[in-house]
């Protein structure tokens, strides 16, 4: 099993910044790719950012070049760093942790709310 426990989400105005972060624990040993997805009232989850362990990143088209996903292997890590933040920006935030050969794991969420 792995855990994942996000921080970081909040209330911030449009234009502003906010940085998540997902520390997973558990048996950690050989995940692979962790990353964000996020999930707006009424709409389908969507992936936000995608990076893998030797560094790979993949973006949606709607947020690159305003979010920046990083990890610390070592803190076994990964962060979503969102600058100016728009108000389609709002939804419940989910860090994910792919296992190779066995599947992901999720964690429970984190809250950004963008105001206008």
């Known amino acids: 099993q792995v855990q994942l426990v996000e921080s970081g989400g909040g209330l911030v105005q449009a234009g502003g910044s906010l940085r998540l972060s997902c520390a997973a624990s558990?048996?950690?040993?050989?995940?692979?790719?962790m990353g964000w997805f996020r999930q707006a009232p009424g709409k389908q989850r969507e992936l936000v950012a995608i990076?893998?362990?030797?560094?790979?990143?993949n973006y949606a088209e709607s947020i690159e070049g305003r979010f920046t996903i990083s990890r610390d292997n070592a803190k076994n890590t990964v962060y979503l760093q969102m600058n100016s933040l728009k108000p389609e920006d709002t939804a419940v935030y989910y860090c994910v942790a792919n296992l190779p050969y066995v599947g992901d794991y999720w964690g429970q969420g984190t809250q950004v709310t963008v105001s206008s």
């Open positions: 990076i893998t362990i030797d560094g790979s990143t």
């Open positions: 558990g048996s950690i040993f050989g995940v692979d790719a």
